[in-house]
Structures are given as C-alpha cells and as structure tokens.
C-alpha cells in the first residue's frame, strides 16, 4: 500500500509545546476487604509530558503500569492521584469525574488488539462516521472517510469504506483503528501496543505510519511498548517502568546507548543482536515482575538486580539527573 496525505483533510499542526503534561499520576486499586486490606500499587507518581510532533515511548514488561497509564490519561479509569494538564488547565480539576467531549477529542487512543476493537457488525466506513458525526457534526462525512483511509493507507479508499473488519487483515484493521483516531482531528494519540499483535513483516508499515502523522499533522504520540527496539526506531525520549514506577527516562538513542538503570540494561540485554548469537548479559536478573500488592519498601527491582545493596531494600532511590535529558531512579547513581 502507498502511504499517502489527503488533500482535503485539514492538518491539525499547531505550534510545539508540551500539550499533555501529567504530574504524579498515581492509580491504587482497592482489592482487599475490611479484614484482609490489599492494595494494587498500579502506578506510582507518573510525570512527564508529551509534546505535538514527539513521540514518548513508554517501555516495560507487563504489569509495569504502561496501560495504567494511558487508561487514567484517556480517562477510562480515575486517578487515585495527581494531575493531569492540557495546554496547562487541569483536566482532572475542571473535568471530575467524566472528560469533556473536547478533552476526549484532543486525546484519542489506539488500542493493542485491532480485532477486538472494531465491531464486527459495522463497515470500515460507519466505524470512521461515527466520531465525525459525533465531535464534528457529520459534515461532509463520505468524503471525510475516504480522505482519512487514503491517508492511512488504503488505495482504492472508496472500496475499503465499504468492507467489513472480517475483510481486512490484522495490519489493515490497525490502520482502520488509526483512521478512526484521527476522524476527530486529535492532539495527541495514546497507542497502546498498537504493533505487537501484528505479523512482523507489516509492523514497520504501522511505525512508519505513525512517523508520518508525527510530521505532517504535528500530532504527539504516548507509544506503549514492551519492545525497545521499537522504542528506538520511533520515540523521541523514552521512559523506562517497572512494577509502576518510571525508573529512567532520556533521548531514546542516549538511552539505548548509555542505559544507567540495571533494568533498562536487563531489557537492552533481551533485545535479540546477531553478532552476539544467544549470549546475553546479566542472567542474574532474569525473573518474574514483583507483586504489585502492598508493595515492600525500597526498590522494587531490588529481587532481581544484580547489584543490589542494603540501602536498596530501605528506601526508594530518588531521581538522580545524569544530564539535562537523562534521569534515572536508583541507589548506584545517588
Ligand atoms: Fe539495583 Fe539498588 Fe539500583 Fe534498585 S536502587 S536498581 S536494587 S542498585
């Protein structure tokens, strides 16, 4: 397919900035009883900010709080805490409870199973239809379909608007699923795992794809990920997480180059190199995640790190700056 820019839809490109900016986001989940109190640490003081034109890509294994993340940002679950800015206004303040149609419209998200998230009693065409009618009253919709899957990708457009999902294969319905996020004229697209359920050889199409919109419409993308060479292909700056916790943020290719974190070094280590055959560093730090209940004091990498020290299982290392892009979270750089 060739990748193409509809003439007719108008770019939503609007001066940099940091558009989205979240401050100590902090989710809780409340799983115990009265007798037997049991907290899930999903997500524990997340902060950073995603600006228009850049893509953040957020890096961990599951149960890290990279979902977590993007829920509480799309507003799909609330906050146990924190703040959560657009274009400064907190949203969480002004908007309790439920997100206003324009917050919902300037932060769309892509999800990772482009199969689940179409329904499969609708056409392509109805599917993209639907937000514009929605958050743009429906004018000109047909021709709004078809510009939008032009620019996704599909040529004919006009042929795909009327297929149904079970038509398209896994790429094609990932792109369907953009289409449809970019049917409202979003800021910023929070896409979760959009590639990870895809065949390897139409991946790069999908992040290709993205890349695109990032430059031509200046839209900033939250790009979840458990794949760090991905993470390095496409993100400006990258945030490292475990077990809910941002451990190490930098440029993608500073972090990928000079890791800090002996967990951004365990992910580097699992990142498949030809040169080095099957040999991989650090196999003292194989393990599982910890449990996310009632968390223990400390660090919570503290089981599986290879350069554990006392201090480690006491108190929660605080951020250490490396440089003016380049933080990280941990005892050996305090
Ligand atoms: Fe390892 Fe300690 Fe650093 Fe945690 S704080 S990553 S346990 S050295």
Same mark, same amino acid.
């Given at each position: 397919?060739?990748?193409?820019?509809?003439?007719?839809?108008?770019?939503?490109?609007?001066?940099?900035?940091?558009?989205?900016?979240?401050?100590?986001?902090?989710?809780?989940?409340?799983?115990?009883?009265?007798?037997?109190?049991?907290?899930?640490?999903?997500?524990?003081?997340?902060?950073?900010?995603?600006?228009?034109?850049?893509?953040? !890509?957020?890096?961990?294994?599951?149960?890290?709080?990279?979902?977590?993340?993007?829920?509480?940002?799309?507003?799909?679950?609330?906050?146990?805490?924190?703040?959560?800015?657009?274009?400064?206004?907190?949203?969480?303040?002004?908007?309790?409870?439920?997100?206003? %149609?324009?917050?919902?419209?300037? @932060?769309?998200?892509?999800?990772?199973?482009?199969?689940?998230?179409?329904?499969?009693?609708?056409?392509?065409? !109805?599917?993209?239809?639907?937000?514009?009618?929605?958050?743009?009253?429906?004018?000109?919709?047909?021709?709004?379909?078809?510009?939008? %899957?032009?620019?996704?990708?599909?040529?004919?457009?006009?042929?795909?608007?009327?297929?149904?999902?079970? &038509?398209?294969?896994?790429?094609?319905?990932?792109?369907?699923?953009?289409?449809?996020?970019?049917?409202?004229?979003?800021?910023? @697209?929070?896409?979760?795992?959009?590639?990870?359920?895809?065949?390897?050889?139409?991946?790069?199409?999908?992040?290709?794809?993205?890349?695109?919109?990032?430059?031509? +419409?200046?839209?900033?993308?939250?790009? @979840?990920?458990?794949?760090?060479?991905?993470? +390095?292909?496409?993100?400006?700056?990258?945030?490292?997480?475990?077990?809910?916790? &941002?451990?190490?943020?930098?440029?993608?290719?500073?972090?990928? =180059?000079?890791?800090?974190?002996?967990?951004?070094?365990?992910? %580097?280590?699992?990142?498949?190199?030809?040169?080095?055959?099957?040999?991989?560093?650090?196999?003292?730090?194989?393990?599982?995640?910890?449990? %996310?209940?009632? &968390?223990?004091?400390?660090?919570?990498?503290?089981?599986?790190?290879?350069?554990?020290? =006392?201090?480690?299982?006491? !108190?929660?290392?605080?951020?250490?700056?490396?440089?003016?892009?380049?933080?990280?979270?941990?005892?050996?750089?305090?």
């Amino acid at each position: 397919m060739t990748l193409q820019t509809s003439p007719t839809v108008q770019s939503t490109a609007a001066p940099a900035g940091p558009a989205l900016d979240v401050r100590k986001l902090t989710k809780r989940f409340d799983i115990g009883n009265v007798l037997k109190p049991k907290l899930v640490h999903a997500l524990t003081d997340a902060t950073f900010t995603v600006n228009r034109g850049e893509v953040v !890509a957020l890096v961990g294994e599951s149960g890290s709080g990279k979902s977590t993340t993007a829920r509480l940002i799309s507003r799909l679950i609330e906050p146990t805490s924190g703040e959560i800015y657009l274009h400064g206004k907190n949203v969480l303040k002004s908007e309790p409870g439920v997100a206003s %149609l324009a917050y919902r419209r300037a @932060i769309q998200m892509i999800f990772q199973d482009p199969y689940g998230s179409l329904n499969p009693a609708m056409t392509i065409g !109805a599917h993209i239809e639907r937000p514009i009618g929605i958050h743009r009253g429906g004018r000109n919709a047909k021709e709004a379909v078809v510009d939008l %899957l032009a620019t996704v990708g599909f040529n004919p457009p006009a042929e795909f608007a009327a297929k149904y999902p079970y &038509q398209l294969s896994g790429g094609q319905r990932q792109r369907v699923a953009i289409a449809r996020a970019l049917a409202v004229e979003p800021e910023i @697209i929070l896409a979760d795992e959009p590639v990870s359920m895809l065949d390897v050889s139409i991946r790069m199409g999908i992040l290709n794809l993205i890349e695109q919109l990032k430059e031509e +419409r200046g839209i900033g993308f939250l790009y @979840i990920t458990h794949d760090l060479a991905s993470a +390095r292909y496409i993100g400006d700056r990258t945030i490292v997480m475990y077990a809910g916790h &941002q451990v190490e943020c930098a440029e993608s290719t500073e972090l990928m =180059d000079r890791p800090a974190h002996p967990y951004t070094k365990l992910l %580097l280590s699992a990142v498949p190199n030809p040169e080095a055959g099957l040999v991989t560093g650090d196999d003292e730090a194989r393990g599982e995640i910890p449990s %996310l209940i009632n &968390q223990a004091p400390g660090c919570p990498f503290a089981p599986r790190c290879p350069h554990v020290m =006392d201090v480690c299982r006491k !108190a929660m290392p605080a951020v250490t700056q490396l440089s003016q892009d380049h933080w990280v979270r941990c005892h050996l750089h305090s």
